[in-house]
């Protein structure tokens, strides 16, 4: 039992959170627990706080939504609707057609994350995390993907400094996020993607999976062409994929839509 509610089993163990099936009152629900070494740091509550609120915001496909929240042995726990998918990087490789199905559906979920609102205005969310274990894809529509785990997210309403608290998923992140001569906003999430897209195509890692060799990597080093690994990629593609994966920002997508559109075409 999770408090009052009957746990199916375990779903993902490790990271700042455990994650549970469980029954939340009658219906099948992916409950996110704190980890009790983690709940009496202030600074991860405050982070957890921010997800729960973002997460209520949340409306419609390719989000998570937030069922309900409470605290259970003193650790803060969230209760999010059950999604029927597996992570991609589960169910790698993917045709060419999926993998560009799977990536402007992903897009469309970070553009309704990029354009959240509250009563104040735009709250400039960056996921901050792209990576395939955070995308759940329907095995059945490969369009039915959910972007999940808001946990690393910066908005207005909460920011993230070099304080250590997360580093997100080794060999998914953009220059900027390294250098910092950029702000960390929806280009981004732009490059983050793109990674995925490239991966998906490939059927490899696009980074060294080593933590400083892929800091340089994507720091100092462009990505390669998508056709040196995939001789079926068309030009007008691989062009695509490489704005997305300009390593200045200023040269990439401006958001998500943009690229979903540029895909589009």
């Known amino acids: 039992m999770l408090g009052p509610y009957p746990v199916v089993g375990p779903l ?6 455990d994650v549970l099936a469980i029954d939340f009152n009658g219906q099948r629900a992916a409950a996110k627990w704190l ?37 259970i042995d003193a650790r803060p726990v969230l209760f999010l609707r059950w999604i029927d998918g597996a992570p991609l990087d589960v169910t790698l490789p993917r045709s060419q057609r999926d993998a560009l199905t799977i990536t402007c559906a992903t897009l469309d979920a970070l553009a309704t994350l990029h354009e959240l609102r509250d009563e104040r205005g735009p709250l400039e969310v960056v996921h901050r995390d792209v990576n395939p274990s955070n995308l759940l894809v329907d095995a059945r ?4 993907v959910t972007l999940v785990d808001l946990g690393l997210a910066s908005s207005r309403l909460f920011s993230r400094g070099a304080d250590g608290l997360s580093e997100g ?33 490939a059927a490899r890692p696009l980074f060294s999976r080593s933590k400083f060799a892929a800091a340089r990597e994507i720091v100092e080093t462009d990505a390669p062409d998508i056709r040196e690994v995939r001789s079926d990629v068309s ?16 040269d990439r997508f401006r958001d998500a839509r943009s690229f979903a559109r540029a895909l589009g075409r």
């Open 141 to 144: 529509a490969p369009s039915e």
């Open 235 to 250: 030009a007008q593609l691989a062009a695509v994929i490489a704005k997305a994966l300009s390593r200045r920002a200023a």
């Open 12 to 17: 993902v163990a490790g990271g700042s959170s």
């Open 169 to 201: 998923t080794l060999g998914y992140h953009a220059p900027e996020m390294f250098t910092g001569d950029a702000p960390i906003d929806a280009r981004t999430d732009v490059f983050c993607a793109a990674i995925v897209l490239w991966e998906l195509l």
């Open 35 to 71: 980890l009790d070494e983690l709940s009496r740091d202030a600074r991860v509550r405050r982070a957890f706080e921010h997800e729960a609120t973002l997460l209520a915001l949340c409306h419609g496909p390719g989000l998570a939504a937030l069922l309900g929240r409470d605290v």
